[in-house]
């Protein structure tokens, strides 16, 4: 799905409200803002449905930011939202033991306490705790980058947000790249620059 800013233009809306500000424009700065934000991003897209409800006509331009027949299924975008970010590979804690040579006694305890330190991303999912696989398979300087990532960003508290950020295209970069991605390909400077940035924006 296509996310658009406020300056990308919807035309002019019939409506302008006493701030000079449209409804769709209004909602529009909305979204992207939320999309900035990584403890934000799981429910940009249920926010914006919950503005939309009960006063969009089917031509109105917000239409182009989603599908209209999901508008009131708040349920159903948080849920693909959350599945979206399953679908990436994701292991057990057995299972990164096993295939990073993690030499742990338990390795369900030791990948806890890292989560609960915000340096290692564990996501909870009908009672079970899955580690996207990215936080172990980058190597050296990419898997440092991602444990002070986890950290700085809030993984203690918002897994899932911060897991999105992570696996999500990150519209600051030109060509729109994750920032796993990035790392994957030795910009980490880059990713650098992306975490100062998206730091300073949540203190803001």
Known sequence: M??????SGYGSDPQPQRSGVSDHEFIARMRAELYKRPSMRLVADRVTHIMLAGRIDRDDPLLELIESDDIL???TVLSDAVERILS???LSAREVADNYDKN?????DALRKLSAKGEVIGLKRAGKFRYPEFQFSL???ANQVVREGNVALGARDDPWGVASWWLSPNPSTADRKSP????DEGSFDVVRA???????DDIA
């Open 139 to 141: 190597a050296g300087e």
């Open 194 to 200: 992306l975490l100062r940035a998206e730091i300073a």
């Open 2 to 7: 296509a996310h658009k800013t406020a300056g």
């Open 73 to 75: 299924d708040e349920k």
């Open 180 to 183: 796993v991605q990035l790392l």
């Open 88 to 90: 990436f590979p994701h």
């Open 104 to 108: 742990w006694a338990n390795p369900s």
